[in-house]
């Protein structure tokens, strides 16, 4: 029989490395608090409208990329409907903010979530079929400032901070506007005059592109296409003055709070929310996937999407592409890792049953442990002592060895592998003894 694998695009992360992705998703979640956002967690499928209508037809992810299936009718009294799993999660998080009627505390919303996305794009290395976000999310009613330009600055110094404080090091922030709707559909007036006398000598793509959403011309990858676009002309030139003094004010902020950028007027994004201020930080130790993270200002999205108006800003930084920085990172820092002995991080002790007849009083024992905050792995009475010794001294700092006296006198006998000192102790002081 063949064997079965995970599926193309996606992998499996297993023990040591998960460890790393958890210290990733702990500073996160640290981070989010002192910056006063709570978590949301929306479901990983939605409605296929959703995504059509909040993230763009035109779109990538929308036209090619997304995993939809037609989900049956199962009762009457239900319809079949069109679902699709999540490619992102701002249009879910703006869908709950609508759906609960958030809008309506007047406040601001700063909500935070940490999941798997799927989009079916080709993989290779930091490109998955399902990958992981951190992201965020600020958005609420005009009066509660959700459209000051102060909010975007935030969120750039908050992703200046998370990023110091996951240990990574050497990004690059790059900066643009993508001004209003208005400023939008004039610039894609210009792209489409532009594209006119060239867009022959484009792909397939793009020529229909330059008739339907000339703007997603920009996101194309083909080679031949690349010098064509490199002459077109940019957004800068086509923003109004409002979005020409958000975007000053933006810059003003992160000026004072020290925050560097590049400017890079060709920064669109390839999702059509955005409005006004968009942004990406990349690095350069990830090869041709160099995006650590993107997000912007999404103006217009909760209405797209049926909902009251709501400006918002926000990112979402890809999990797997920030591991694979400080793996990066770390096998700079010593030029030959795989001679480096694996960092020894052991658990407090192994308990070893001498016989099956102790097996039942070791696990009271380890629970014992385990429920005073001990780290404890359970050994087995079926092995032998020398057996017992070889697994503990793998992981464990100490052994402790439960035999039918040890039992019956309450003393129970521990060897620490660091000294190879071997010491009887009192049941009752043995937690404190496991902890020094
Ligand atoms: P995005 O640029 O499509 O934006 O994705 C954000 C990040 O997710 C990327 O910079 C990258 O690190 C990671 N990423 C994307 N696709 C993959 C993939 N196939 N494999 C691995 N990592 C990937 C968004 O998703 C927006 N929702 C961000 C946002 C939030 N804008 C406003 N709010």
């Known amino acids: 029989m063949a064997t079965l694998k995970a599926v193309r695009g996606t992998r499996d992360l297993l023990p040591p490395e998960t460890a790393l992705w958890n210290k990733i998703e702990t500073a996160a979640r640290r981070v989010f608090a002192r910056y006063n956002f709570g978590e949301i967690r929306t479901p990983i499928f939605e409605d296929t409208g959703l995504f059509a209508r909040g993230v763009g037809e035109e779109t990538d992810i929308v036209s090619k990329e997304m995993f939809t299936w037609e989900d049956r009718a199962r009762a009457a009294s239900e319809k079949p409907q069109s679902l699709t799993l999540r490619p992102e999660n701002t249009a879910g998080v703006v869908r709950a903010y609508i759906e609960h009627k958030l809008g309506e505390t007047g406040q601001l919303q700063k909500l935070y979530y940490v999941g798997p996305q799927f989009r079916r794009e080709r993989p290779q290395k930091g490109r998955y079929r399902q990958f992981w976000q951190i992201g965020a999310e600020v958005i609420g009613p005009p009066s509660s400032g959700s459209e000051s330009p102060l909010r975007d600055a935030e969120v750039l110094e908050m992703l200046a901070t998370l990023l110091d404080e996951m240990g990574i090091s050497g990004w690059t922030l790059e900066l643009n506007s993508v001004g209003s709707a208005a400023d939008r559909a004039r610039y894609n007036e210009t792209l489409r005059t532009a594209l006119i006398p060239v867009v022959g000598q484009m792909c397939a793509d793009c020529q229909r592109r330059a008739v339907t959403n000339p703007l ?221």
């Open 216 to 436: 997603r011309v920009l996101d194309c990858k083909v080679p031949e296409d690349q010098p064509i676009i490199a002459t077109l002309p940019t957004i800068a030139d086509s923003l109004g003055e409002d979005s020409k003094q958000h975007f000053a004010a933006v810059r003003a902020a992160l000026d004072s709070a020290g925050v560097a950028y590049t400017l890079n007027p060709r920064l669109v994004r390839g999702l059509d929310y955005y409005t006004r201020t968009t942004f990406e930080f990349t690095h350069g130790g990830l090869g041709a996937q160099n995006a650590i993270l993107g997000g912007g200002r999404y103006d217009g999205l909760s209405e797209a999407i049926g909902g009251p108006k709501a400006p918002g800003i926000g990112f979402a930084m890809g999990l797997d592409r920030l591991v694979l920085t400080l793996q990066a990172q770390e096998s700079d820092q010593n030029a030959k890792p795989a001679e480096r002995p694996a960092p020894e991080v052991k658990i407090d002790a192994y308990i070893a049953p001498l016989g099956e007849s102790v097996n039942a009083a070791a696990l009271a024992l380890a629970r014992e442990l385990r429920r005073a905050g001990m780290s404890i792995e359970l050994g087995d009475g079926s092995f032998r002592l020398k057996k017992s010794f070889e697994a503990a001294d793998k992981v464990a700092r100490k052994i402790v060895i439960l035999g039918e006296d040890e039992l019956a006198y309450g003393i129970l006998t521990v060897k620490t592998f660091s000294t190879g000192e071997q010491t009887k102790v009192e049941r009752g002081s043995l937690c404190d003894f496991l902890k020094n």
